[in-house]
C-alpha cells in the first residue's frame, strides 16, 4: 500500500469527519435535549452555503462573509424554533418529520426562488485556494483549513458545555428538563439558544463544504443522512459521541471509498474489484452503523447514565 | 405569602385535588401532612406550576400566579427540593450549585457558594463529585442547596428526609431550623412531624385531595393521636 496516498486518505477522512461533526453537534443536541427530530437540519447548512457565497460576491471579503452568514442562519434558526417547532416538543416524533420535511421543502423552494435552479459557486479566498506540499506531495489548503476549523469548533463546543452555564444547564436539562423549569429557568429560551447554535454550526459547515463540493438545492439532504448516521453510532443526545462517530465515518467513508477497489483487487479480477469495492463502500458506513447497532445498541459513548 | 384557594388539578382524567386549601406566613415553617396519594406532591406541583390547575387560586406575595409557567412561578421566589431529589446526575456538586444559581427577587444575593457550603460542609468535601455518585442523604443536602442558590423567599421541600438515616434526617432538620431563624418560610412534606412541632408554626392535614385539619403545633400536639388515627395511619 501506498504510504502517501494512506496519509492522503487519512486527512480527506478527517476532512469529512469533522464536517460530519458540526452537522450531527446540532442534531444531536437537540434531538438529545428537546427530543425533537429536526430533518431540516440540512437546510441550515444549504443556507450557510448559499449566503456565504452571495455575500462573498457582494463584499469580497470572505471571513466577513462567513461570520455574518453564520449569524444569519443561526437567526433563521431561531425563528424557525420559535414559530414552528415550539409547537412540536412533545408531539409523536411522526409530527416532527412531517412538519421538518415541510421545512426543507419550504427552503428548497425559497432558495431556488432566489438563486435560481442551477449551482452556484463559492470562491474561496486566495489565501485558502492552492496547494501547500504535504509528505512531499501537493495538498489542498482549504481542506486542512477545514480540518483545523472542525477541530478548533470542536474544541469550542467542548468548552462551551463542559465549562459554562449555558453548558451545564444543557446537560441539566438532557437529563431532567422539568427540574431546570422548577428552578427558575426558562425552558424555551435555552432551546431556542441551543438552535440557533446548531443552526450556526451546520452552516459553518455548508459554507466550509461549498468551496469543495457544489453550492446546490438539496446538498443538505445527502448530508443529512450520514449526520444521523453519525449520531446514531456515537449515542443520541452526546457531543462526545457525535464527535468520535463523525471521524469514524469519515474516515471509514473515505478508506473505503480509496482502499477497498485496490484490496479486492487482490483476489479479484479488476473490473470486478472497482465495481464490488465502489458498491461495498457505499455501504460501509451502514454496515458499521448495523455493528454498532448489534454491540452498543445505545451507541459508542451515550449520553445518560 | 402563599395562599392556596379551591385548588384542583389532575394528571389526565384522574383529579388529585378537589379544592386543597394552604396558608403560609412569611418566615413560617408550615408541613403538610396525609397518607401517600392523597395529593401532598400534587400540591406542590400546582403551586409551582408544574401541574397546571384545574381551578382554584394560588396567591404568592399578593399575585395570582395560577396558570403562570413554572419559571416565572420560581423566578418570584419560590424554591423547590423535589421528591427523590432530582440532583442532576451528570453536573458536579460544584456544577448542580450554580447552574440554577441567581439572585432573589429585588436583586438579594444572600445565599451563595460559600455559604450554602458552610450550611452543608459535606458538600465541600465532595465538590468535585458527580451528583449521581452522592448518597442520598449528600444528595438531599444538594438539593436544599441547589435551591437555596436562587435565593428563594418560600422553600418548598417534598419528602424532606425520605429514606435517610435518623443521623443524617436530623442534620437536615437541623439546617431547616437555621433557614427558618433567617427568615426563609418553608413548607415541608415530612413523615415525621412530631421532632418538628417545636419548630413548626402551622400545619395542614389533607385527605383525598382536601384539607381536613389545620392548626397550630399546639393544637396538632393536642388532637395528635385523632389526627394519627383518622388522617395519618396505614
Redesign the interface.
Known amino acids: 500500500m501506498d504510504l502517501l496516498l494512506l496519509l492522503q486518505q487519512t486527512l480527506n477522512g478527517l476532512q469529512l469527519g469533522v464536517m460530519l461533526f458540526l452537522m450531527a453537534a446540532g442534531l444531536t443536541l437537540i434531538f438529545g435535549i428537546m427530543d425533537l427530530i429536526n430533518l431540516a437540519h440540512g437546510s441550515f447548512y444549504m443556507l450557510g452555503a448559499y449566503v456565504t457565497a452571495w455575500l462573498v460576491g457582494l463584499v469580497d471579503a470572505f471571513l466577513p462573509a462567513l461570520a455574518l452568514a453564520l449569524l444569519a442562519t443561526a437567526a433563521v434558526g431561531y425563528l424557525v424554533e420559535v414559530t414552528t417547532l415550539r409547537r412540536l416538543y412533545g408531539r409523536d416524533h411522526l409530527y416532527q418529520v412531517l412538519a421538518t420535511f415541510g421545512l426543507i421543502l419550504f427552503f428548497n423552494e425559497g432558495i431556488k426562488l432566489l438563486f435560481g435552479p442551477q449551482p452556484i459557486f463559492l470562491q474561496p479566498p486566495d489565501w485558502l485556494s492552492g496547494q501547500i506540499p504535504l509528505f512531499g506531495a501537493p495538498y489542498p489548503i482549504i481542506r486542512l483549513a477545514i480540518i483545523a476549523v472542525g477541530l478548533a469548533s470542536a474544541l469550542l463546543l467542548w468548552w462551551l458545555i463542559g465549562r459554562t452555564?449555558l453548558g451545564?444547564?444543557i446537560?441539566?436539562g438532557?437529563?431532567?428538563r422539568?427540574?431546570?423549569?422548577?428552578?427558575?429557568?426558562?425552558?424555551a429560551r435555552l432551546f431556542g439558544a441551543i438552535f440557533a447554535l446548531g443552526a450556526a454550526l451546520a452552516a459553518l459547515a455548508g459554507a466550509m463544504a461549498g468551496p469543495i463540493l457544489a453550492v446546490r438545492i438539496g446538498m443538505g439532504e445527502d448530508i443529512l443522512i450520514l449526520a444521523f448516521v453519525v449520531i446514531v453510532i456515537g449515542g443520541i443526545g452526546s457531543v462526545r459521541g457525535a464527535f468520535v462517530g463523525a471521524l469514524l465515518v469519515g474516515l471509514v467513508d473515505t478508506y473505503g471509498r480509496a482502499l477497498l477497489p485496490d484490496l479486492l483487487a487482490v483476489f479479484l479480477e479488476r473490473t470486478v474489484a472497482d465495481a464490488a469495492g465502489a458498491s461495498i463502500a457505499s455501504m460501509a458506513i451502514y454496515i458499521l452503523m448495523a455493528l454498532v447497532l448489534a454491540f452498543r445498541p445505545r451507541g459508542l459513548l451515550p449520553a445518560?447514565? | 405569602m402563599l395562599r392556596v384557594e379551591g385548588l384542583e388539578a389532575a394528571y389526565g382524567d384522574s383529579q388529585v385535588l378537589f379544592g386543597m386549601e394552604l396558608a403560609i406566613d412569611h418566615g413560617a415553617l408550615v408541613t403538610l401532612m396525609g397518607r401517600n396519594g392523597m395529593g401532598k406532591t400534587t400540591t406542590v406541583r400546582a403551586i409551582l406550576g408544574l401541574t397546571p390547575p384545574r381551578a382554584g387560586s394560588v396567591g404568592f406575595e399578593g399575585r395570582e400566579i395560577a396558570g403562570w409557567p413554572p419559571h416565572r412561578i420560581a423566578r418570584l421566589g419560590i424554591g423547590f427540593v423535589p421528591e427523590g431529589r432530582r440532583i442532576f446526575p451528570r453536573l458536579s456538586v460544584r456544577e448542580n450549585l450554580v447552574a440554577t444559581a441567581r439572585s432573589g427577587e429585588g436583586g438579594g444575593r444572600d445565599w451563595t457558594l460559600d455559604r450554602v457550603l458552610d450550611l452543608f460542609p459535606r458538600l465541600a468535601e465532595r465538590i468535585d463529585a458527580m451528583g449521581g455518585q452522592l448518597s442520598g442523604g449528600e444528595q438531599q443536602m444538594l438539593a436544599i442547596g441547589r435551591a437555596l442558590m436562587t435565593n428563594p423567599r418560600l422553600l418548598l421541600l417534598d419528602e424532606a428526609t425520605e429514606g435517610l438515616a435518623p443521623l443524617i434526617r436530623r442534620e437536615i432538620w437541623r439546617s431547616l431550623s437555621r433557614l427558618k431563624r433567617e427568615g426563609l418560610a418553608i413548607l415541608l412534606i415530612d413523615k415525621h412531624v412530631e421532632p418538628l412541632l417545636d419548630l413548626a408554626d402551622r400545619h395542614f392535614v389533607i385527605e383525598k385531595g382536601r384539607c381536613v385539619w389545620q392548626g397550630s403545633s399546639a393544637a396538632f400536639r393536642t388532637a395528635m393521636e385523632e389526627i394519627k388515627r383518622r388522617w395519618l395511619g396505614v
Open positions: 452555564r451545564m444547564l446537560r441539566a438532557a437529563d431532567d422539568e427540574m431546570v423549569q422548577a428552578l427558575g429557568v426558562d425552558i445518560r447514565a
